[in-house]
Nanobody, 125 residues
Framework: QVQLVESGGGLVQAGGSLRLSCAAS??????????MGWFRQAPGKEREFVVA????????NYADSVKGRFTISREYAKNTMYLQMNSLKPEDTAVYYC????????????????WGQGTQVTVSS
């Protein structure tokens, strides 16, 4: 089992930045989850894909809406994944969820095995 815990959400003005963290309780590896990612869900909307990264960090995939503004990274020593969010817009307001899955395609499809509890990001105009 892999438990994921997000942190770093909060309230920020448009144009500002936030960094989200996702700490895994167990070592995520190709055995358990070869890919991780972030999703978000705004009020009244379905959960949507934001970004994915393979365990090796060699491959990333971003939603068009965040390309050039968000950056995903991993710190292997701490078994933690980060999402640096710059140039935030009010439409980025949502609950952000960390996810882990056996393969990148699973993250891209949203068919993940492990979810975090979510962290709220609010961007004011």
């Amino acid at each position: 089992q892999v438990q994921l815990v997000e942190s770093g959400g909060g309230l920020v003005q448009a144009g500002g930045s936030l960094r989200l963290s996702c700490a895994a309780s167990a070592r995520t590896s190709s055995t358990y989850a070869d890919a991780m990612g972030w999703f978000r869900q705004a009020p009244g909307k379905e959960r949507e894909f934001v970004v994915a990264i393979t365990w090796s960090g060699e491959t990333t995939n971003y939603a068009d809406s965040v390309k050039g503004r968000f950056t995903i990274s991993r710190e292997y020593a701490k078994n933690t994944m980060y999402l640096q969010m710059n140039s935030l817009k009010p439409e980025d307001t949502a609950v952000y969820y960390c996810a882990a899955a056996p393969a990148l395609i699973n993250v891209l499809r949203g068919t993940v095995d492990y979810w975090g509890q979510g962290t709220q990001v609010t961007v004011s105009s």
